[in-house]
């Protein structure tokens, strides 16, 4: 097992009506600023259930932050921010708002540009403003971990940014029923694909981590299957939810190496095309699990096979290659296509990728063994 520390300060508001609980959370001279993405949570409801319990608090409302949040639309919140002083952030929306939130909360104090924080780390010289947030679609783990992904309209780039956790997080499973299928299938595929970049990569590190890990990935198939037969399902919505969060909130990754590989090539096929984030992961990871299959991942690969898709007889590499393509179809029942070309995308989307990392040098994968030359063959599988 690798050195680790563990620190994770974000309270978790859960259940149904939990948004009651919301007064009781912030500061009672909070300014807040609120921040929502298109418009779903006007038509579902939780707009008017959030704002019933905020008489009495100065509010002023952002509206407008798209999937796959772009820093030109944050920096006028972030204007708006400033302009208004507001002293605390809540995020109403899915990972999209969350995520932008945590750059706004960072940008706000500071004097530096939005995208140069993306590109060179938050600004520790000022005091981030406190961030709650609540959430409405299962999938990034937003709610409870200090990442956040931001894209850049003007140079097609998305990237990783690293700052404070929510300090509170409130999870109602029933603002989950009017996700169209199609998000949930992304969710989904997000919280299990979460759950491998941190679990299939060295064997034997830690046990316990891989139970863990292993009980959220063969929850969620059960919860998947549950949730297509019966959309209305509460208890089936609510441990989604809780699979999601527990998927990226860095409990089930103490100790052990990590990947992201996965993550990594998928975030440019969304800069590139604008395919939702969780659907690119499902037609990288079985192209990357297949070419990196009799390399380092092999002991954890049989071991997945034997206890996610119980596959015990016949030799190693066939166990393999069978777990490899359960996987792949499990995503396909999601309703979710897993070939680039399924979706019109060809040769100059996989040139531009491979170009941006042979031009950024960059080296992927728990072993960094995945460089320019290994994309190119991952994604002529893809
Ligand atoms: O914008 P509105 O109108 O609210 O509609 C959203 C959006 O169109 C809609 N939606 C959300 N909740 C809904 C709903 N529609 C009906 N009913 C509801 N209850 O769903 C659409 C997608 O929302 P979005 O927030 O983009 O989805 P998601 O939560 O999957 O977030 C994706 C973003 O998170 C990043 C992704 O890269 C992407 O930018 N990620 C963030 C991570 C993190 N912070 O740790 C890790 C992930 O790997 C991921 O990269
Ligand atoms: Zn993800």
Known sequence: MNNFTFHNPTKLVFGKDSILELPKLLPSDAKILLTFGGGSVKRNGVYEAVIS???????????GIEPNPKVE????????????????????GGGSVLDASK???????????????????????VQTLPLGTVLTIPATGSEMNRGAVISSEATH????????????????????YSLPDYQI???????FIHVIEQYLTRAGESPLMDRWAEGILLTLIEEADKIKAQPADYDARATFMLSATMALNGFISMGVTQDWATHRIGHEITALTGLTHGHTLVIVLPALLREQAGKGKHA???????????LTEGSEDERITQAIDKTEAFFRSLGLETRLAERGFGDDLREEIVRRFRERGTLLGEDQDIDHEAVAHILARC
Request: with cysteine; net charge negative; proline share 3%.
């Open 300 to 310: 954890k690969l049989l071991q997945y096979a034997s206890r996610i898709w119980g």
């Open 157 to 176: 780039e998305k990237f990783g940014f690293y700052n404070e956790y929510p300090l509170f997080s409130i999870l109602d499973p029933s603002y989950t």
């Open 73 to 92: 639309t944050l920096r006028k919140a972030i204007a708006l921010g400033k302009q208004e002083g507001v002293t605390f952030v809540l995020a109403v």
């Open 103 to 125: 750059l706004i909360v960072n940008a706000i104090p500071s004097e530096r540009d939005a995208w140069d924080l993306v590109l060179h780390g938050a600004d520790r010289s």
């Open 185 to 191: 299938a992304c969710g989904i595929a997000d919280s």
């Open 53 to 63: 319990q905020l008489s009495g608090f100065q509010t002023v409302e952002f509206w």
